[in-house]
């Protein structure tokens, strides 16, 4: 008898999770709170490594739908100094596919595929340990049961109550988010700047991100070390008010640089958050955790692509295991945490160096990183 599994959330982990229970036509229950797959702007774009988020794709049998979708020129990374002057200015071979970059909504689109998603089901608790097994609530008052149940239902997960008191924290680096659309016809210089891929301008304490998406579409972020409540005295939701604290902000920077905030088109207020480097918890029976909602580190191109590959590996161990759904979980919940604490030590200290006093260590970490 198929054990009865569903997986809270229909991100990157939950989804990929899903996709590989159903190409071993394993029965799963995806629950999501929001009302439909478009209720939310999807985000920007992510680049998925080949070892990571690609071979989760290669495990759900996408990687060639992937790779027919993904940009592989969106690999190329300038940086610049805040004059302006461009200190490095790496481009990507054709043939490389190392970290091809995909849009958040083409990505959740092709792994959604056939899955039978339950859209509107919002889930406020898990109580595990019932006789009946894991008992769901849900927003609307309803409940269910279920052998095992996946939190894959982000930063501040519904479900990681049931399994650890711990709750993410504050880095002190605010990023603040704006776009710009159909960039190479109404902002062409600023285009060019951006290139085919991002450019990253880092200064004392603060940094400009630009990334391009698909369809002439950018994502614009400014990131600076701030207190939680730096923004007590300014109106999130006034445009023109936020745009002229961020250019005050980064005042004396080139103005190209400080375009890709003049001409923003809206500003999202994203304080990063984390959870403890080392982050495990005393296994419980029929609940365990994948991506953010397990080791919620800082978005500096891991966090998704760490996400996918445990949804699949998690799976495909239930799916063609022996059959003890505990043991399966014990096991990748011990793989998990010791592959995603090397991944949260290698971010956080990657944090520090890109919003820096000096900003001579965000450069030194590309040298690092990016092929000679």
Do not use: C
């Amino acid at each position: 008898m198929r054990h009865r599994i569903a997986v809270v959330g229909s991100g990157p982990a939950g989804l990929a999770f899903a996709r590989v229970l159903h190409r071993h036509d394993y029965p799963v229950a995806v629950l999501e709170r929001d009302p439909a797959p478009d209720a939310r702007p999807p985000g920007g774009t992510l680049d998925l490594h080949e070892g990571l988020g690609q071979l989760a794709l290669d495990k759900a049998g996408l990687l060639a739908e992937f790779r027919a979708l993904s940009r592989p020129e969106g690999q190329a990374m300038r940086i610049l100094d805040p004059d302006g002057t461009v200190l490095r200015d790496w481009r990507p071979r054709s043939d490389d596919r190392a970290n091809p970059e995909i849009d958040r909504g083409q990505l959740r689109d092709l792994l959604l595929g056939p899955l039978d998603v339950r859209w509107g089901r919002g889930v406020t608790q898990v109580v595990p340990g019932t006789r009946d097994g894991v008992l769901v609530h849900f927003a609307d008052g309803r409940q269910e049961t279920f052998d095992l149940v996946v939190g894959a239902d982000g930063a501040w997960s519904r479900i990681r109550p049931a399994v650890s008191s711990v709750t993410p924290h504050y880095t002190g680096v605010t990023s603040v988010e704006t776009s710009l659309d159909d960039v190479d016809t109404r902002h062409p210089d600023l285009a060019r700047l951006i290139g085919d891929g991002s450019v990253a301008v880092y200064g004392v304490n603060r940094a400009i991100v630009a990334q391009r998406n698909s369809g002439g579409h950018v994502k614009v972020y400014a990131q600076f070390r701030a207190p939680l409540d730096w923004h007590t005295n300014l109106d999130l939701a006034d445009v023109e008010a936020v745009r002229s604290s961020l250019l005050a902000l980064f005042d004396g920077w080139a103005a190209p640089v400080l375009d890709l905030l003049r001409h923003g088109t809206a500003f999202v207020h994203r304080p990063l958050y984390v959870l403890p480097v080392s982050h495990t918890w005393t296994h419980v029976s029929g609940v365990t955790l994948l991506g953010d909602a397990a080791h919620l580190m800082p978005p500096l191109g891991a966090g998704a692509n760490l996400a996918m590959l445990e949804g699949a590996e998690l799976a495909e161990s239930i799916a063609t295991g022996p059959g003890d759904l505990d043991e399966a979980v014990r096991a990748f919940e011990e793989q998990m945490w010791a592959r995603a604490g090397r991944w949260a030590k290698i971010t956080m200290a990657g944090l520090e160096r890109l919003v820096s006093p000096d900003p001579a260590e965000a450069l030194a970490l590309f040298d690092q990183v990016q092929p000679s």
